[in-house]
């Protein structure tokens, strides 16, 4: 999410902030960086759509997905600009946290 405060998240904090990044996580992910969930807030509460992505290097058999649902075939517009969707490991939330909030 593109929020960052010196305390914790509220859900009102959350409302329409958009993201910054997205990719598939373990929720031990949160456990590595000593993390914890608050609550649970909709992304379609803001419109929040995440971005399509491939399910794999651009080739033959590339496929466009929403998430983890597989749309179809990518177009080779479509394998020349979306990204490969990502998987994270243990401590890339932080490392991505760091990479857009810190000065």
């Not at 409302?15 to 031990?28: C, D, S, T, Y």
């Not at 509460?45 to 058999?61: H, M, R, S, Y």
């Not at 080779?76 to 810190?102: C, M, P, R």
Request: proline share 4%; glycine share 8%.
């Amino acid at each position: 999410m593109d929020w960052q405060g010196v305390g914790e998240p509220t859900e009102d904090d959350l409302a329409n902030v958009g993201i910054v990044e997205h990719g598939q996580a373990h929720i031990r992910c949160i456990q590595a960086i000593d993390g914890e969930i608050l609550g649970y807030r909709p992304l379609d509460a803001d419109d929040i759509k995440i971005p399509l992505t491939l399910d794999e290097a651009p080739g033959a058999n590339c496929h466009v997905r929403q998430v983890f649902e597989l749309l179809g075939l990518a177009s080779d517009e479509q394998k020349a600009s979306l990204s490969v969707f990502s998987t994270w490991g243990y401590k890339v939330i932080q490392i991505l946290a760091n990479k857009h909030f810190s000065s």
